[in-house]
């Protein structure tokens, strides 16, 4: 293992992903900021305070006090009266708790988007991890091949040496094995790229070193088709959020009709005939007042409300119908695809790769014992070498669709 790397499997790259990837974080502080709203909705409206300072004379002296003060021209002062009051507005009962509900909805709905992008970024991640374990194993096939070829080589020198095989032999051995050392530069740059997307995936350094832990022979149970369609319908976060923002349109529905209902405003005053900053010695009258703010205008305004959020509803009834049915076809989609990867997993597994093996250790026998079929014995190796590669792809390609598959479902894939 390379110098500082870390080792990380699947389970705790899908933790990383989650703690660290730019675009989950983002969509996390979206949810907090909409779930920052409902409070502020709810809160009562800002109250209104007022100072009245009334019976001023054109071009009188903007005076404070003195403004009040006796004299030739006005006995009496000039300010006849002052008044402080303090007005309070209120909703109709209801309104705001409703809206407050709304908001609290919607924030949730997009805790269930994040979820679901989790899901898909999970997807991708684990697509990534295991094409990053097949190119692993592909060089561990060429590596492989290279000792065998090395063997073959060997056997055509001594063969050779004792002039019972022709020259030509040992170097065909000799360029088919620099062939397969130079195969496995280009696996090492695909695995290369591959570690450098998942760091970036999962909010790391792209340059930071990354060793990769995983069984690629490993498989887990995977539920049958009818299990994955109920739970998807059930808990997959995308459908969840179709359902919260559906609960919301239902909700505007209810808020709009409520706007037919008046609305309230208290309104407390104080009045004396003394100016407003000066020793006031004289009576306080007092003054209350409830106002209703009710809508006119034929109801116009309420009425094309009322239409927008029951449209905003259908719109809403809609788009969560669709979204079981993609939820539901996606999952049909990836078990086809997962039961195909796994037919042919099987079939390289279980005939082809042992026949392979088989003509090979034949073809080397015979050739070890008599010279003979040396073409035959390096197109043996070849085929070996070409299964061997298919079944790391096809292994990977049976998790990926396993990932995928229950990544789909709205499962994490461990």
Do not use: C
Request: proline share 5%; glycine share 6%.
């Amino acid at each position: 293992m390379p110098s500082g790397a870390v080792q990380m499997d699947l389970r705790q790259l899908w933790l990383e992903l989650k703690l660290n990837n730019p675009q989950l974080s983002s969509l996390r502080e979206s949810y907090l900021s909409a779930k920052a709203t409902v409070p502020q909705i709810n809160a009562p409206d800002n109250p209104q305070v007022g100072l009245v300072w009334s019976g001023m004379p054109p071009n009188s002296p903007f005076a404070l006090g003195g403004a009040n003060a006796p004299s030739a021209t006005y006995p009496q002062g000039i300010s006849s009266n002052n008044g402080y009051s303090f007005a309070q507005p209120f909703q109709f009962p209801g309104k705001k708790s409703l809206a407050s509900e709304i908001a609290n909805t919607n924030a949730e709905a997009l805790l269930a988007q994040s979820e679901s992008t989790y899901l898909q970024l999970g997807a991708q991640l684990s697509t990534l991890f295991y094409s990053a374990l097949a190119s692993q194993k592909e060089l561990q096939v060429l590596k492989e091949s290279v000792i065998r070829l090395e063997m073959i080589k060997n056997v055509a020198k001594a063969r050779y040496a004792n002039n019972a095989a022709a020259y030509v032999e040992y170097l065909n051995a000799q360029v088919a094995q620099s062939a397969a050392e130079a195969d496995q530069f280009a696996i090492e740059r695909q695995l290369h790229v591959a570690l450098k997307n998942i760091n970036t995936l999962v909010g790391r350094h792209s340059r930071e070193n990354l060793v990769l832990v995983g069984d690629m022979h490993r498989a887990m149970a995977v539920p049958t088709l009818l299990e994955l369609e109920d739970f998807a319908e059930t808990n997959h976060p995308s459908l969840k959020s179709s359902a919260l923002q559906l609960e919301a349109a239902r909700k505007g529905v209810d808020l709009a009709k409520k706007s037919y209902l008046p609305d309230f405003q208290v309104i407390g005053s104080s009045f004396t005939p003394r100016g407003p900053f000066s020793a006031n010695n004289g009576a306080m009258y007092y003054q209350f007042e409830l106002d209703l703010i009710i809508p006119l205008y034929f109801f116009t305004k309420e009425k094309y409300g009322v239409e927008q959020a029951q449209r905003n509803q259908a719109s809403a009834e809609a788009s969560n119908v669709s979204s079981r049915q993609q939820v539901v076809l996606a999952v049909n989609s990836a078990y086809a695809y997962y039961e195909q990867a796994k037919r042919q997993a099987q079939f390289l597994k279980e005939r082809q790769l042992p026949q392979a093996d088989a003509a090979y250790k034949v073809g080397l026998t015979q050739y070890s014992n008599n010279g003979q079929g040396f073409n035959g014995l390096l197109i043996a190796q070849t085929q070996l070498r070409s299964l061997e590669v298919q079944l790391a792809l096809a292994e990977s390609n049976l998790l990926q669709a396993q990932a995928v598959l229950l990544a789909t479902a709205g499962k994490e894939p461990f």
